[in-house]
């Protein structure tokens, strides 16, 4: 049999994928192979014409009117087959709540090692794939490699920078491959009650934690980040416990990389502190001066947030006008 070669990369996500095409480019250079981009879905050509532009030396694109939107099952036998039929020896499959059971289920069928959510990647001198992974809660960073082919890891976002679009000379090659019929129905889709920008591609954060006291409170936050033209974030108890929010920031939620941070009434306990760490600027609002926040804040105000926070929000209106 001939031996695995190639990097692949595969997300529903648009901007995961232009992500994974630039760490994939670097990958592929370090092994002397070609970069491919899997493009799955019905009406997707222009999609796929775009990758070119983004490093991939080949778009392999299967249209099918049974893959218009994500199924977990069709997905798996298209990218199955595929991984039997061209043998790749890297795949990286975007870290989405599509994306990671996708992997996971790959690997299964394909027999092969499956490392998730990897934040840093590398090929070692026996031409394996290194992924670094935060494990224990935050506290440490595990280095896992593969013993066998294919190695398939998953990326979350913001783990590597998009690349710079490029005249850049890829091949979009259209195949036909056998979609096998699911074995379960969506019945219903309903979109959730979410902030119309994404967290995660925030450049301005302006995020709370348990020193809010009462939902209505999150009118400090909204009329700050309004001023900045951010975003407002949370801990995972204002979400999870309090339901004020429905998504949070951290180890088990987002993951950002904006270009400040303004972490009001937030500990700083790791598993916060892991989503936050490649933001570049971070400013702590803390009233308690221990907090672990301030080791890692760039600026820290020892104070109340709900003196701070109407003070700032005037201060920077005045400097804009
Ligand atoms: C497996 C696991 C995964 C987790 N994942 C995440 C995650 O992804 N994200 C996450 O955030 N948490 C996560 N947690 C929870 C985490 O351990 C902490 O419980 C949580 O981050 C604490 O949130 P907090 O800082 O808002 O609250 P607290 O720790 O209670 O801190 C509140 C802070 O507010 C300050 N404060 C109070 N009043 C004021 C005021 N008026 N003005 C200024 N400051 C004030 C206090 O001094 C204190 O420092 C996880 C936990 C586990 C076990």
Redesign the pocket.
């Known amino acids: 049999m001939s031996e695995a070669k190639g990097v692949w990369v595969f997300s529903e996500n648009a901007d995961l994928m232009l992500e994974m095409l630039g760490k994939g480019r670097e990958l592929a250079d370090m092994l002397g192979t070609d970069l491919c981009a899997i493009v799955i879905g019905n009406g997707v050509q222009e999609k796929a014409n775009g990758l070119v532009k983004y490093g991939a030396d080949k778009v392999y694109l299967v249209e099918n009117g049974a893959l218009g939107s994500f199924q977990a099952e069709a997905y798996l036998s298209v990218l199955h087959n595929l991984m039997v039929n061209y043998r790749p020896e890297v795949l990286l499959v975007g870290s989405t709540r599509n994306g990671k059971p996708l992997a996971a289920r790959l690997a299964m069928r394909l027999d092969a090692g499956c490392v998730p959510d990897c934040n840093r990647l590398n090929i070692d001198g026996q031409r394996r794939l290194i992924g670094e992974r935060i494990t224990y809660?935050g506290n440490a960073v595990a280095k896992v490699t593969f013993r066998t082919k294919p190695q398939i890891a998953t990326v979350p976002s913001r783990a590597f920078d998009k690349p710079e679009a490029k005249e850049l000379k890829g091949q979009v090659v259209k195949l036909d491959v056998k979609v096998d019929a699911p074995r379960t129905e969506v019945v219903d889709r309903k979109p959730l009650e979410t902030s119309s920008v994404r967290v995660e591609e925030a450049q301005i954060i302006v995020s709370c934690?348990?020193?809010l006291e009462k939902k209505e409170d999150r009118a400090l936050l909204e009329e700050l980040s309004q001023v900045l033209c951010g975003q407002v974030g949370c801990?995972?108890?204002?979400a999870e416990d309090r339901k004020w929010f429905s998504e949070?920031?951290?180890?088990?939620?987002h993951k950002v990389k904006p270009k400040l941070y303004i972490a009001?009434?937030?500990?700083?306990?790791i598993?916060?502190v892991?989503?936050i760490r490649d933001a570049k600027v971070i400013v702590a609002?803390?009233?308690?001066e221990q907090?672990p926040?301030f080791e890692i804040a760039d600026y820290g105000v020892v104070?109340?947030?709900?003196e701070i926070l109407p003070a700032l929000k005037e201060a920077i209106k005045k400097q804009l006008q």
């Open positions: 809660g934690g348990r020193g801990s995972r108890p204002l949070w920031i951290g180890l088990s939620g009001c009434g937030i500990s700083g306990v598993q916060h892991a989503g609002i803390n009233k308690d907090a926040i104070g109340n947030l709900y």
